[in-house]
């Protein structure tokens, strides 16, 4: 089965790049190398240039491995965890 390429509107493009740019300054601060990071995640340099660039094309499971190495691991669990919204329609689902 072949994959699909993930495409992201170009609206939602700066949010990708900003968790990018955040995961870089990240790497800086704790003047990491990008060779450190990619040997610890169990990556290749050229995907840790990706998750920088915030390519939608890289997988959660590279993502997350760097943010393990960063010991910012625990910032995964604060995705999609704020849901007022979904909240919202369940509530109005209850009525």
């Given amino acids: 089965m072949k994959l699909k390429k993930q495409k ?38 050229t995907t840790l240039y990706y998750i920088e660039q915030g390519k939608p094309s890289v997988s959660m499971g ?3 491995n760097v943010l393990r190495v960063l010991n910012l691991h625990e910032d995964f669990l604060k995705l999609a965890a704020d849901d007022d919204f979904g909240r919202k329609l369940q509530d109005l689902d209850l009525a």
Avoid at 24 to 44: C, G, H, P, S, W
């Fill in 8 to 45: 992201v509107f170009p609206q939602h493009r700066p949010i990708l790049e900003q968790v990018g740019e955040n995961i870089r300054l990240a790497r800086k601060r704790r003047k990491f190398t990008t060779i450190q990071v990619a040997e610890r995640a169990n990556i290749d340099r």
């Fill in 62 to 64: 590279a993502y997350f």
